[in-house]
């Protein structure tokens, strides 16, 4: 079969009776697309242990003490994280163009090397990080580092839902979470051990340990195939039904395999029906339904008031009454290694046994309930200077209290919104729009992030236990949105077209 060999099938009947047998469980199939999605989702351990790593390094005296003076180390520190944020926000939004469109090759750039491209950015963006001496370098290297990151936050999970069958689609995309987790957790131990130094490898070196990861990560990429579903769109069909049958570990004529392969091709044949890709068509139709849904999800996600707890996770310990640096660091990585069970639980029982909209649900109420606690504990027991913006803490229960539900939070958080807010988006939009609805999804996340990145110190200096108050009553926010989305466990790509009423 060529790539211009048009499959005759019947949409409806495929999407209604077809899929269920796809749905069953094969042994095959789970090792060989596990192994796929995991090499993939290394790139989530970079990501996360810049996190993690970033953390943890910017309070060390040997690192301030080079970059930063006493006047200006707050704004400074505010903006390398910003400006991370904001080229991560223009990498994620230009990853639909890398993923799905027309440049100076006259072939498309597959989701396969837009993750390889990301991964040599990072690398580029690491090695100015590790050689800074002075700012200019390490704003450079932030600034690549960032592009880097937008670009992988699209394509690996738009990879992992082009190759995932219906019934594990969920877990296998929370790999890129679950890796993330597992990174910051990484990434705040090593800062942890390396916080004890007094020179210049206190912060090097973490970055030297991450440029060497990503560096293996981009290395095994080249091993892995091309989702069939990009292969087929691109006229490469019989490549495409071979990958297919490559990942579910069987020939190409089995049964399975004809009925995903003539699945895909008849969802891609009507797409193509539909005339030239473009942005625009996200909003119209059908579509528009789509990406309001998926734009909810990713904004709701940085109000929970997680990219603020990951962020500043030291500095609030060191808030709720803990005595140095080391220590917070230490009770940050407890938090990501409860946040990394948390994920892998949620991954293994829970995000397709489930269903999307009850991991939603519940995460929302209780990331509500331990915002409200802590900013109640920050507002009844504790003492703001209102010159140097030092919090003293004024009972031991109220910072047992506050740690506890930090602890609450960051896992309930990795549970639910962490695992799910990256599934929901990635397989909501069809072949024909996927790269560019997750290329805005993620782009607004990351636009976001910045936003509250930015305002949270400015917040806090006004009132800290306000801060929370606000997460908490955005996360009721979150609650009642999500009660109106549509569920969509166990569907396969195809049949979302149905859910959403194109066909």
């Not at 800062?191 to 973490?206: E, I, K, V």
């Not at 560096?215 to 769109?233: E, H, K, N, Q, V």
């Not at 729009?433 to 910045?450: D, E, M, V």
């Amino acid at each position: 079969m060529d790539g211009s060999t048009k499959i005759q099938t019947d949409p409806i009947r495929l999407a209604d009776t077809e899929s269920v047998v796809l749905q069953q469980p094969r042994a095959g199939v789970r090792k060989a697309v596990y192994l796929s999605a995991l090499v993939a989702a290394l790139g989530g351990f970079v990501c996360g242990y810049d996190t993690g790593a970033v953390s943890g390094i910017l309070p060390m005296e040997p690192f301030a003490s080079r970059f930063f003076t006493k006047d200006n180390v707050n704004y400074l520190q505010g903006l390398l994280l910003a400006l991370f944020l904001m080229t991560a926000t223009i990498g994620a939004f230009f990853s639909g163009f890398f993923c799905d469109f027309d440049l100076i090759l006259k072939d498309r750039y597959s989701r396969k090397y837009s993750i390889v491209g990301a991964s040599i950015l990072f690398c580029i963006g690491i090695l100015f990080e590790i050689i800074g001496y002075n700012f200019a370098l390490l704003l450079v290297g932030r600034l690549v580092s960032g592009l880097g990151a937008g670009l992988m936050t699209n394509a690996i999970p738009l990879y992992h839902s082009e190759i995932a069958p219906p019934d594990i689609r969920g877990r296998l995309i929370s790999l890129f979470t679950l890796m993330g987790q597992l990174g910051q957790v990484v990434g705040y131990f090593f800062t942890f051990g390396t916080s004890y130094l007094t020179d210049d490898w206190s912060w090097r070196a973490p970055w030297i340990f991450q440029i060497f990861v990503c560096a293996i990560f981009g290395c095994t990429l080249l091993a892995l195939p091309f989702s069939p579903r990009w292969l087929i769109d691109q006229g490469r069909s019989q490549e495409g039904l071979e990958v297919l049958a490559e990942l579910n570990q069987t020939s190409t004529d089995d049964p399975m395999v004809r009925k995903e392969f003539d699945e895909i091709v008849a969802e891609i044949e009507f797409e193509r029906s539909l005339g030239e890709r473009t942005y625009a068509e996200l909003f119209v139709g059908a579509n528009l339904k789509r990406t309001v849904l998926s734009f909810f999800i990713s904004i709701s996600t940085s109000f929970t008031g997680s990219v603020a707890i990951w962020y500043y996770a030291p500095q609030i310990f060191l808030n709720a009454g803990l005595s140095d640096l080391s220590s917070s660091i230490a009770a940050t990585g407890g938090s990501g290694l409860l946040a990394l069970l948390a994920s892998a639980v949620s991954l293994q029982w829970c995000i397709d046994a489930w269903g999307r909209k009850p991991v939603f649900l519940s995460g929302a109420a209780v990331m509500g309930i331990s915002m409200f606690v802590v900013g109640a504990m920050f507002q009844a027991y504790t003492i703001v200077d209102v010159e140097t913006g030092d919090v003293t803490i004024l009972n031991p229960h109220a910072r047992n209290t506050i740690m506890a539900f930090i602890y609450i939070f960051t896992a309930t958080f990795a549970f639910s919104w962490g695992i799910a807010s990256y599934v929901y988006p990635a397989e909501i939009f069809n072949m024909r729009t996927r790269a560019k609805g997750l290329a805005l999804t993620y782009g607004l996340n990351w636009g976001f992030s910045i936003l509250i990145t930015y305002c949270v110190p400015l917040f806090i200096a006004h009132t800290v236990s306000g801060v929370y108050f606000f997460f908490g009553a955005c996360c009721c926010i979150c609650f009642v949105g999500v009660c109106f989305i549509p569920e969509t466990k166990g569907k396969t790509l195809e049949e979302m077209e149905y859910v959403f009423g194109a066909k």
